[in-house]
Every structure is written in structure tokens, then in C-alpha cells.
């Protein structure tokens, strides 16, 4: 039977690393968020692999999507549930692109991101840098077909965030980390950086 379920654990980075940008074009990612409370979510994405876009304060979801809208090759539907303990129930399927942009045009909260991806340690990785009222917030996660346990923590990963709804991709449509980045920066200098301690042993990268 399909697991399904995601299992990952995601972390506070303050920048992109300029080792993991090879110059090639990231994937690009804009998403739409039409359920987005109490941590459950339905989501519609498009992905791009041929377009490098930049991600500021300034760049709009719908914006890259009218201006690039043939780029996107791949689009998908995604139901997700809470997420507890680092384990989040999810069931995604392909779509058409051009339904998911006509979707994503009429409605729904959109966010914009490029994703960059890298094997690091014993784990593939994903660094989600985001645009528009969540920059410059980039976020680090690793994710297995099973609980991410007694993990490699890269150097750049600043503090756990797999508990913290506020970073959860719905989280941000709803509410922008513009609207509470001040807030969390006070949190981080006041209570200093954590690593949640029921995964194992937390290794940090040497």
C-alpha cells in the first residue's frame, strides 16, 4: 500500500549558500493555497525547470506565472493534513498546466519561490528561497520515505522550524513572514537557535 505520508524536518537559513547555485535555472515554483487553516491545506503547483527568476520583495506569484505561464511544464493538486511530530499525511496528483494556471489566475492565496537542490551529507536536500511578501526567507528541508532520524544538520541550517506553522508553505500564503519577520528575528536572539530532540541524535555537518 502507498505511504501516504511526507516525512521531513525543516530549518531557518539566513541566506542561499553560493556553493549550491551552479547558475543553472532552479525550479521555479508558484502555488496556490485554497485551503489554508488549521494546518490542513489543498494546494495547486506549477513547476518550471528553464526559467531563472529573481526572488525580492517585488516579485508577484501571478506576475511570473502571466510572464512565463508557457514555461510551466509540470503542475499537480495536493491535499495535506497536519503536520505532527515531523510526519504529514499528503496525497498529490498530476494535473494539466494550463488547468492549475487558470486555477491559480481565479483564486486561492499564491506564494512564489525558487527551489534549489542539493545532496548533502546522507541526505537530499531542498532550499526554498522565497519571493514577493516572504522574502527574503529561505528555508532548508530534508525529507525521506521515513522519519528523519539522527540527521546531518548543514552548517547554514539556523534553527528548526519542523514545528513551527508560521514557516509551513500554507502558513506563509496566509500569513506573509513580511507581516512577522521582526517578531522572529527577537524570538532567535532572546531564545537562540533550536533543534527539536525526539529525532535522534542531531549531527551537525563538520
Not at 525550479?27 to 485554497?34: G, T
Not at 522550524?161 to 524570538?187: C, H, K, M, Q
Amino acid at each position: 500500500m502507498r505511504d501516504d505520508f511526507e516525512y521531513e524536518r525543516r530549518f531557518f537559513c539566513r541566506e542561499l549558500p553560493a556553493e549550491l547555485d551552479d547558475g543553472a535555472p532552479p525550479i521555479l515554483i508558484v502555488q496556490s493555497y485554497y485551503v489554508h487553516a488549521d494546518n490542513y491545506a489543498l494546494r495547486i503547483r506549477l513547476k518550471s525547470n528553464t526559467v531563472r527568476e529573481a526572488m525580492t520583495p517585488r516579485t508577484d506569484a501571478i506576475d511570473v506565472l502571466n510572464n512565463h505561464r508557457d514555461a510551466f511544464s509540470q503542475a499537480c493538486v495536493t491535499v495535506k493534513g497536519p503536520s505532527v511530530g515531523g510526519t504529514r499525511y499528503e496525497v498529490e496528483k498530476d494535473i494539466d498546466p494550463d488547468i492549475a494556471a487558470e486555477l491559480v489566475l481565479r483564486g486561492g492565496a499564491p506564494i512564489v519561490k525558487n527551489r534549489f537542490n542539493a545532496w548533502i551529507g546522507e541526505d537530499g536536500w531542498s532550499i526554498d528561497v522565497f519571493g514577493g511578501r516572504n522574502a527574503p526567507l529561505v528555508v532548508a528541508e530534508a525529507e525521506r520515505s521515513s522519519p528523519v532520524t539522527n540527521l546531518i544538520i548543514p552548517r547554514f541550517c539556523v534553527s528548526e522550524i519542523t514545528d513551527d506553522v508560521r514557516f509551513s508553505n500554507d502558513g506563509l500564503a496566509a500569513r506573509p513572514y513580511a507581516d512577522w519577520a521582526a517578531d522572529y528575528a527577537r524570538e532567535l536572539e532572546e531564545d537562540g537557535p533550536r533543534l527539536l530532540t525526539f529525532f535522534g541524535k542531531n549531527r551537525r555537518e563538520e
